[in-house]
């Protein structure tokens, strides 16, 4: 397997094997993203790329142009934005209340803010597995040749 082709190149299709490989590279460096936090924005926009890459070309498999992927990130703009009201609202009216910011203000903040962390989360959860379940297009499509299947067969023991 070729995996600057896997990671990097936008171009052509990808199977669900090579799709999953993809999902765990970016996984794994999100993970690392919070080890490394002085070079961890750099390795996300490199993950944002490798993300476009493999998903892409995932929906280059099933006929669907890569511009497709512009959907969940979309949806998780409008997310964060309603959760930044919400977060916003519950601060506004504690402080018109009776201006004072106390726990139950934090609390009530931080979970809205954890919510929109888990409706993001999600998003991406429902379209990743989904794409992954999706069976590609068999035969050439405008996008390229269907993906070379690996094949490993062992010789049946007679015995």
Known sequence: MDWQNLLFATQGRIGAGDYWRGVAVIIVGNLLINVLP???GLVWLVLVWVG???YGKRLHDTGRSAWFHL???LLNMVVFAIGLMLIGG???AAALSDGEIGP???FGAGGAGVAVIGFTNLIWLIYTLWLGAMTGDSGENRF???PA???SAQAADDS
């Open 149 to 151: 299947i690996n094949v």
């Open 71 to 73: 959907i969940p990130w």
């Open 52 to 54: 476009v890459a493999v």
């Open 38 to 40: 002085l070079i961890g």
């Open 144 to 146: 390229g040749p269907a």
């Open 104 to 106: 139950m203000v934090i």
């Open 90 to 92: 519950v601060v506004l």
